[in-house]
T-cell receptor, first 111, second 115 residues
Framework: QKEVEQDPGPLSVPEGAIVSLNCTYS??????FMWYRQYSRKGPELLMY????GNKEDGRFTAQVDKSSKYISLFIRDSQPSDSATYLC???????????FGTGTRLLVSP | EAGVAQSPRYKIIEKRQSVAFWCNPI?????LYWYQQILGQGPKLLIQ????????DSQLPKDRFSAERLKGVDSTLKIQPAKLEDSAVYLC?????????????FGDGTRLSIL
């Protein structure tokens, strides 16, 4: 079993849709949960992060963590074609240094 | 603020040849990371430097991979000899200081193809 699992997609949605991207993990020591966005032929960029369980909102993006079920979600409201990218979840037990990346989910938002 | 610079952007070599990648981190960033990202997978940490010292190289295939960070700034990653399975994007990242609460900033990577 992989430490972090993501559906690779692609996930295709029309512009304006609400997108749900999900991760599961097996290591109960993970306390920090990062989401990175990676455009084609670019490096990952930090989108947002949460600590422990709960929700965090930033504009159109909401990150949700359920530690009891080891389930991480990223919601994108009013999706735009510019959101088309691969979204990587990266939990950690020590903060930003020791990241364990999922495989990433490729999102395609069509106009 | 200039980002993490990597070169070359692309490299094609034959198996058993050697190759080197270069990384210039964001100015003032003490921590530097090298990752390997195979197509369809997430980045996997190869080595982490704190200034010019190695913090973690547990996933670096030391029989063929080597890395150095002279003077605690630029870094090079070398593969010798290359194997077909080394085809991947090699990403460099840096972060400020040695604290776990400082996010990593990634370069755009070097795409390596082994023939």
């Amino acid at each position: 079993q992989k430490e972090v699992e993501q559906d690779p997609g692609p996930l295709s949605v029309p512009e304006g849709a609400i997108v749900s991207l999900n991760c599961t993990y097996s290591n109960s020591a993970f306390q920090y949960f990062m989401w990175y966005r990676q455009y084609s032929r670019k490096g990952p960029e930090l989108l947002m992060y949460t600590y422990s369980s709960g929700n965090k909102e930033d504009g159109r993006f909401t990150a949700q963590v359920d530690k009891s079920s080891k389930y991480i979600s990223l919601f994108i409201r009013d999706s735009q074609p510019s959101d088309s990218a691969t979204y990587l979840c990266a939990p950690s037990d020590t903060g930003f240094q020791k990241l364990v990346f999922g495989t990433g989910t490729r999102l395609l938002v069509s106009p | 603020e200039a980002g993490v610079a990597q070169s070359p952007r692309y490299k094609i070599i034959e198996k058993r040849q050697s190759v080197a990648f270069w990384c210039n981190p964001i100015s003032g960033h003490a921590t530097l990371y090298w990752y390997q990202q195979i197509l369809g997978q997430g980045p996997k940490l190869l080595i982490q430097f704190q200034n010019n010292g190695v913090v973690d190289d547990s996933q670096l295939p030391k029989d063929r991979f080597s890395a150095e960070r002279l003077k605690g700034v630029d870094s090079t990653l070398k593969i010798q000899p290359a194997k077909l399975e080394d085809s991947a994007v090699y990403l460099c990242a840096s972060s400020f200081g040695g604290h776990s609460n400082q996010p990593q900033h990634f370069g755009d990577g070097t795409r390596l193809s082994i023939l």
